[in-house]
């Protein structure tokens, strides 16, 4: 007996339990039913929007009122607007205070040019474990290098537009410690090591 054979008397077991469950019984009330209510939302009055169920001249007259009503809206916000004042002036000693003056400026400058030399000599110290065979954690740790080299072309683009943003300097001094923990990750990595 092949599989074919075996679906076959299935599908013919099924099919002869279903008929075994075919009933039926009278209905005579459900066609006439049907018709009644049929012929019934026939005759029902369709329900109309508000505005169509008036008469022409008291749509026009509800449709103006509206018209009048928006313009009025709208011509007292705008004359709002116009007319309230700006709000209190900016304070300039707090906008001094959040930018960096270009003393500042200056210091973090030669910090950030140190502190670029020192990752830049553990590069050079960490450049002969990156050319190690393809360990696991080396190309990680070579992948994770890669993204940060290219955040940092980002965030320098940033402030090479708005040197005064310190913030974005912020944000550079925490990408280069990161630059700096994975060159001390790969110093740190011994192939010998489980």
């Known amino acids: 007996m092949t599989s074919d054979d075996s679906d076959r008397d299935l599908d013919d077991e099924?099919?002869?339990?279903?008929?075994?469950?075919?009933?039926?019984?009278?209905s005579p009330r459900l066609w006439p039913d049907i018709a009644a209510q049929m012929r019934a939302a026939d005759t029902a009055v369709p329900a109309r929007p508000l505005l169509w169920?008036?008469?022409?001249?008291?749509?026009?007259?509800?449709?103006?009122?509206?018209?009048?009503?928006?313009?009025?809206?709208?011509?007292?916000?705008l004359a709002w607007r116009v007319l309230s004042p700006a709000g209190p002036a900016p304070d300039i000693a707090a906008i001094q205070e959040r930018l960096l003056n270009?003393?500042?400026?200056?210091?973090?400058?030669?910090?950030?040019?140190q502190y670029v030399q020192a990752i830049d000599e553990l590069t050079r110290l960490a450049a002969p474990r990156l050319e190690m065979p393809n360990a696991p954690l080396l190309v990680n740790l070579r992948e994770r290098l890669a993204a940060i080299d290219m955040a940092i072309a980002e965030c320098r683009a940033e402030i090479a537009r708005n040197r005064f943003n310190a913030h974005l300097r912020r944000q550079l001094l925490w990408i280069y410690q990161e630059k700096?923990?994975?060159?001390?990750?790969?110093?740190?990595?011994?192939?010998?090591?489980?």
Request: aromatic share 6%; glycine share 2%; proline share 2%.
């Open 14 to 26: 099924l099919s002869a339990a279903a008929r075994s469950l075919h009933r039926e019984w009278d």
């Open 53 to 77: 169920g008036l008469t022409s001249t008291k749509r026009w007259q509800a449709v103006a009122a509206a018209a009048v009503l928006v313009l009025a809206i709208s011509s007292a916000w």
């Open 102 to 113: 270009e003393d500042a400026l200056a210091a973090i400058e030669r910090s950030e040019t």
């Open 180 to 194: 700096r923990r994975t060159l001390e990750q790969i110093q740190e990595y011994d192939p010998h090591a489980l």
